[in-house]
């Protein structure tokens, strides 16, 4: 079994920042590729940024030059730096991992976590 764990989430104003928290556990041989999902109200749940157990990264258009997504492979970590933040900024924030369970695995599975909430005010 395995879990993943955000933190960080809150209220900010805008223009200002939040780093966001994400440690997986459990049951992991390895994790390919995490990353940050966000979802507004009313909209579909939409990629923030990715990065590969390589360090590359990948980003939306609206959050490059922004956000910033970092990982710790030794503590199974995710993170996003966020600056400069926009009202429209403000979604539940999920991350995600693909887990490998063995060297065994041909693919890995995808676990999410339960959301923290970015509010950013004007």
């Known amino acids: 079994q395995v879990q993943l764990v955000e933190s960080g989430g809150g209220l900010v104003q805008a223009g200002g920042s939040l780093r966001l928290s994400c440690a997986a556990s459990g049951s992991i041989f390895s994790i390919d590729a995490m990353g940050w999902y966000r979802q507004a109200p009313g909209k579909q749940r939409e990629l923030v940024a990715v990065?590969?157990?390589?360090?590359?990264?990948n980003y939306s258009d609206s959050v490059k030059g922004r956000f910033t997504i970092s990982r710790d492979n030794a503590k199974n970590t995710v993170y996003l730096r966020m600056n400069s933040l926009k009202p429209e900024d403000t979604a539940v924030y999920y991350c995600?991992?693909?887990?490998?369970?063995?060297?065994?695995?041909?693919?890995?599975?995808?676990?999410w976590g339960q959301g923290t909430q970015v509010t950013v005010s004007s």
């Open positions: 990065i590969t157990s390589g360090g590359s990264t």
């Open positions: 995600n991992a693909d887990i490998y369970y063995s060297d065994y695995d041909a693919l890995g599975v995808l676990y």
